[in-house]
């Protein structure tokens, strides 16, 4: 028997030997996974069988319409179906044809599907999700943001919509900060004690703009062959991406990740705003920082990745109380900076194409092979 554990929230996970490389490359070091793992009993034990589900539910045709996961990624957007059955519910998942069984009763779930990589790929968005839905239950929230660990351990937090430069402003950090990454897309917050807050990173693709591929050469390896000769400004402009892992960008640029943190040293509200001037400006309304928060909290609100299996539900009214409470838990001890940036004078010398094609390590790129 394994545990995957964030923090002090761990479910028991009872699985196929073949599996558990697969769902560890998927899942640590932000969820962690250890077999006979000391420390707090398990919210849920869950089992993954390489074995099709029981025939009556695969007979089953009538019951709640659920959306599973409505990303733009082909291989995790789909759509279930969700009914009961004896002893508890069934939920399954369109895309992969994998059922999973929920006993609520005694605190357990099965999940069949008989190919390996269906059965770690369901197994990872259900882990993720359960964590995130008993997060919500004990007093925690996700939060859209990215973060880096400071010498001391402490994190700071670059909180912000998409599209608001995170992972730009993150890449500017471990490549020219001594600092390591906690996290690229998303955290986990969660109280701790009467007063402190700790903060944990969670796995999720490093989604990197080719604009920012393009300003950094030690990522040149990942800059598609395909967009070589694009101008600079098309770059940025339509918005495309490349996928890498954390574990791929940190051993390029000689970090590390620091998966969690006991102690959090700033929070920067992230504003990518080319149109008004930037600058830093602290934050000390409990309005003006609770509504950042609402607007960026993730979890259960999340309108791609939902807590589509219903096992354990946080209301909305609990949520607030969450978010009430460690905002005002930050800034009672916590610096919290509005941060409105834009493009550097480097960055707009880029986009006049014969300063483009000048320049030491982007003119490479620009010129098609």
Request: proline share 6%; glycine share 6%.
């Amino acid at each position: 028997m394994y545990t995957a554990s964030v923090g002090s929230l761990a479910l028991a996970v009872d699985l196929p030997s073949a599996a558990l490389e697969l769902l560890r490359s998927e899942l640590e070091p932000f969820i962690v996974v250890r077999e006979n793992a000391p420390g707090p009993a398990p919210l849920l034990t869950l089992t993954l069988r390489a074995a099709p589900a029981p025939r009556a539910w695969r007979e089953v045709t009538e019951g709640e319409r659920i959306a599973v996961d409505t990303s733009s990624y082909a291989h995790l957007a789909s759509h279930g179906l969700r009914y009961p059955t004896t002893g508890g519910y069934v939920v399954r998942i369109d895309l992969t044809d994998t059922y999973v069984f929920f006993d609520a009763g005694v605190r357990r779930a099965v999940l069949y599907q008989p190919a390996l990589d269906l059965l770690t790929r369901d197994a990872v968005r259900l882990i993720k999700s359960l964590l995130i839905s008993f997060t919500e239950a004990h007093g925690g929230i996700q939060l859209h943001a990215a973060g880096v660990t400071l010498d001391d351990g402490s994190a700071v937090l670059l909180v912000g919509d998409t599209r608001q430069g995170k992972t730009t402003l993150l890449l500017e950090l471990l490549s020219s900060f001594r600092v390591q990454q906690l996290s690229c897309d998303a955290v986990v917050l969660l109280p701790d004690g009467e007063r402190n807050i700790t903060v944990h990173g969670w796995p999720s693709p490093f989604s990197v703009s080719h604009g920012t591929l393009s300003d950094h050469p030690e990522l040149a390896a990942f800059f598609p062959d395909d967009r070589r000769g694009v101008r600079y400004d098309t770059l940025w402009r339509d918005g495309r991406k490349s996928i890498l892992t954390s574990a791929q960008v940190v051993t390029t640029l000689g970090r590390r990740i620091e998966p969690a943190a006991t102690r959090i040293a700033h929070v920067v509200v992230v504003r990518f705003r080319p149109d008004e001037p930037t600058g830093l400006r602290s934050v000390t309304s409990p309005t003006e920082f609770t509504s950042a928060v609402r607007s960026l909290c993730l979890g259960s609100r999340d309108p791609i990745y939902h807590n589509w299996h219903g096992y354990v539900v946080a209301d909305e009214a609990a949520i607030e109380r969450n978010i009430d409470l460690l905002t005002a838990r930050l800034l009672a001890s916590v610096p919290v900076t509005v941060m409105t940036w834009a493009p550097s004078a480097a960055s707009l010398f880029k986009r006049i194409p014969e300063l483009g094609r000048a320049h030491e390590h982007l003119g490479d790129l620009l010129t098609e092979f």
